[in-house]
């Protein structure tokens, strides 16, 4: 009889903490909602109100949406929603919702030039992984890659591509304080032209060519790739260069029309 009151009288002492745990979630989603249906940025004052949360709760929510990417806080002390939980975001891995938005326009690029296709992210500092390939139907001979493998961001057209849409400072720490004439240049390149092309592959006899896919606020979230042979892919590069630029606007503009600030940013 002792044992089951004590588990009894355990089991009342943990609700209020449940419960508040409930409200908070509740909280957070009520906060996500109304800045996702706001036109434009919100003070903490404004949001507040609007929701009749205690303002020590309301800034707690609202530091942990900016923190984890999820908001944007302007100079003037407002705030901004700039994506919804499962939206690609550089500050979270969700990059399921990004192979699935990205598809149809990597797919298109596979068709028409008869290469593979890859989607390409950062991981941690220095690293990309590919999260997706597609593979073409019209070749016999067809390119592949063990994706499941990290690669050196500096390796790959995938890595320069997202590293030309980083600041000098950002460059400077994903490759170690240490910028190669070689991955200067490359670079360079790829700021000039929008993409990067690898003739001389990580791996020997395939070449690449590729374009960075960027978030709501203009951040690297990752790249699309295609990748072949390198006498064919050679033969072809202007082609090539072409296909992935189209694949990248695209799935950049798709990006662009998903996130809840999409009006706004469009103008």
């Known amino acids: 009889m002792n044992t089951l009151r004590g588990e009894a009288e355990s089991g009342t002492s943990g609700r209020p903490l449940e419960q508040s745990a409930v409200r908070n979630v509740s909280r957070a989603l009520s906060l996500i909602e ?24 309301t800034l707690l929510i609202i530091r942990t949406l900016v923190q984890d990417g999820y908001c944007q806080r302007s100079s003037n002390g407002s705030y901004t ?18 192979a699935r938005l990205a598809a149809p326009a990597i797919a298109t690029a596979v068709e028409a030039l008869g290469e593979t296709g890859f989607l390409a992210v950062r991981v941690g500092l220095d690293e990309i992984r590919y999260v997706n390939k ?41 490759l170690g304080g240490v910028i190669s004439g070689e991955a200067a240049a490359r670079i360079a390149e790829c700021r000039q032209s929008g993409v990067a092309i690898n003739l001389a592959g990580r791996h020997d006899g395939a ?29 072809r590069i202007s082609l090539a260069t072409l296909a992935v630029a189209a694949a990248a606007q695209s799935i950049n503009s798709t990006i662009l029309a998903s996130s809840p600030r999409s009006g706004e940013l469009h103008g």
């Open 207 to 235: 070449s690449g060519v590729a374009a960075v896919l960027l978030d709501p606020t203009g951040q690297p979230l990752g790249a699309v790739n295609l990748a072949g042979p390198a006498a064919r892919f050679e033969e």
């Open 134 to 174: 597609l593979l073409p139907s019209n070749q016999e001979i067809i390119y592949d890659r063990n994706i499941s493998l990290p690669r050196r961001i500096a390796e790959t057209s995938s890595g320069i591509a997202i590293l030309a849409a980083l600041e000098d400072e950002e460059v400077a720490s994903a």
């Open 34 to 57: 109304y800045l996702a249906a706001q036109s434009g940025p919100v003070t903490l004052a404004e949001a507040t109100a609007a929701l009749g949360m205690p303002k020590s709760s």
């Open 81 to 98: 929603l700039i994506r919804l939980p499962g939206q690609p975001g550089a500050h979270r891995s969700s990059w399921a919702q990004l």
